[in-house]
């Protein structure tokens, strides 16, 4: 969500500096926007399971700057973990995969892709930690990855591969 201030009591302010300091910067903020007239801001662009620290500054019409605010601490959430335990099995003409269901609870959804030579072709969204479809042709072989979706849309990385040939 954005970020939020309370306005500087000085009633000539025109800008707010927005510094940000990110984990592997050190102790060093950096300025990242200059807001005009605004209290807020909505950072972009930050990655997963990282805590990032802010700092704000004043300016006023001279171009005079306040002290640097205190800094706050946000973290943003992690992205969920990578699917274990792939496993899989042809069975009566079917596939059937099945992986470790996700002990964290605010997994929305599983998505099961197929590996193809031009990347990774999405086949199904699924909410048990099971996937099942018709085996492909005999002496053929399909391989799958599996993601784990949580609510606020954020996927995993892919599990590892399985491959699965018709004998």
């Known amino acids: ?3 939020a201030w309370p306005s500087n009591p000085e009633g000539d302010i ?19 926007t200059r807001v005009r007239g605004n209290t807020a801001y909505t950072d972009k662009e930050l990655k997963d399971g990282v805590t990032y620290r802010y700092a704000i500054q004043a300016e006023d019409r001279d171009g005079l ?21 792939l496993s899989g099995e042809i069975r009566a003409g079917m596939v059937q ?7 964290e609870p605010d997994i929305a959804f599983y998505t099961v892709y ?8 999405k086949l199904a ?28 849309g954020l996927e995993s990385e892919i599990s ?8």
């Open 125 to 152: 969204t699924v909410r048990e930690a099971r996937f099942g479809e018709p085996s492909p042709p005999k002496g053929k072989s399909k391989t799958y990855l599996v993601t784990a979706t949580d609510k606020d």
């Open 14 to 32: 025109v800008y707010y500096h927005v510094f940000r300091n990110a984990p592997s910067e050190g102790k060093e903020f950096t300025s990242i």
């Open 65 to 85: 700057l306040s002290d640097h605010s205190e800094s706050v601490s946000v973290p943003t959430t992690p992205r969920p973990r990578i699917p274990q335990d």
């Open 97 to 103: 995969l099945k992986w470790q269901s996700d002990p």
């Open 160 to 167: 590892r591969e399985i491959t699965l040939t018709v004998k």
């Open 114 to 121: 197929e590996k193809r030579f031009l990347g990774n072709e």
């Open 1 to 3: 969500g954005p970020l």
